[in-house]
């Protein structure tokens, strides 16, 4: 098992829209440990594919509490296939975007089909914190990030927060080089 170094803003790829996965092979099963590895060593409670700069329809998650027994738990190719009219709000927070968090509204119920590891088609009703974190690394297979729901103007003061920082950590690479 490996840990897998996350994707950050201002990268592109996170903004891919990732693709279905087709077979659950020794490729995806390896891809899924080192996600844990990583989801673990970070730590967080969910990570999608594409946030290890894999851009396939796989996210996994761990909802359990500090020193509890581990919860692991896969969605191949989810979907959402039903979402209430009622919202709740969470702060909500992303590896790919450290140290910033933010509320965001979404609804608070929501019905997800996936498949597991094994390949088996599974449907799963989903509230609180699990309905949350299966939204957003939902969003993440489909390119978008939690800053998407908030307002512009808080969008564009982080978006530029990240594109200044990365433009100065390539210059002083360049001075250590
Ligand atoms: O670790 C994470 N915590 C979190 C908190 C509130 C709402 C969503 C999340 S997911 C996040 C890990 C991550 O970036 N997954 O994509
Ligand atoms: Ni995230």
């Known amino acids: 098992m490996t840990v897998r170094e996350i994707i950050k803003l201002p990268d592109k790829r996170l903004r891919l829209v990732s693709e279905p996965v087709k077979r659950i092979d020794a490729s995806l099963r390896k891809l899924v440990e080192d996600m844990f590895e990583t989801l673990y060593a970070a730590p967080g409670i969910g990570l999608a594919g594409i946030q290890v700069g894999v851009a396939k329809r796989v996210i996994i998650m761990d909802l359990s509490k500090k020193d509890d ?22 702060e909500e927070g992303c590896l790919s975007i450290p140290e910033y968090y933010e509320e965001v509204e979404r609804p608070a119920v929501v019905k997800v089909k996936y498949l597991d590891l094994e390949g088996k088609a599974r449907e799963v009703e989903a509230s609180g914190l699990l309905a949350t974190c299966l939204q957003h690394e939902i969003d993440h297979l489909n390119g978008i990030l939690f800053i998407d729901h908030i307002s512009k103007l808080k969008r564009d003061r982080i978006t530029k927060k990240f594109a200044k920082a990365a433009k100065t950590a390539k210059s002083t690479k360049k001075v250590e080089a």
Request: hydrophobic share 25%; net charge negative.
């Open 69 to 90: 027994t581990r919860k692991p738990e896969v969605f191949v190719n989810p979907e959402i296939t039903w979402a209430s009219e009622e919202k709740s709000s969470y």
